[in-house]
């Protein structure tokens, strides 16, 4: 499993609840993200990752869960790069 640092751009709400002249709507860009983690799967139109995984050494002790999944669209995916990182399970 390799361990991957995902940048992608997420919505921006900048409005704070009032009111934004045209202007200053103009000029909103998204937020660019950098999340970090397990590559459990991707294809043409997702990428998922997972921020937590079983650690048991024990494969007996050992489960399938994991924590923090996030998925995303690949259209709002900047560059995914493998980290040093590559973990047997």
């Not at 489960?63 to 996030?70: E, F, M, N, S, T």
């Not at 690949?74 to 973990?87: A, P, V």
């Given at each position: 499993?390799?361990?991957?640092?995902?940048?992608?751009?997420?919505?921006?709400?900048?409005?704070?609840?009032?009111?934004?002249?045209?202007?200053?709507?103009?000029?909103?860009?998204?937020?660019?993200?950098?999340?970090?983690?397990?590559?459990?799967?991707?294809?043409?139109?997702?990428?998922?990752?997972?921020?937590?995984?079983?650690?048991?050494?024990?494969?007996s002790d050992a489960?399938?869960?994991?924590?923090?999944?996030?998925c995303f669209p690949?259209?709002?995916?900047?560059?995914?790069?493998?980290?040093?990182?590559?973990?047997q399970l």
């Open positions: 499993m390799k361990l991957v640092k995902v940048t992608w751009n997420d919505t921006n709400e900048t409005s704070d609840s009032g009111w934004l002249s045209l202007e200053e709507v103009k000029k909103n860009k998204p937020c660019k993200v950098a999340s970090v983690g397990w590559l459990i799967n991707q294809d043409e139109k997702f990428v998922t990752i997972a921020a937590d995984i079983d650690a048991h050494e024990n494969e489960d399938d869960l994991l924590g923090r999944v996030q690949r259209g709002c995916i900047d560059k995914i790069e493998t980290l040093s990182i590559n973990l």
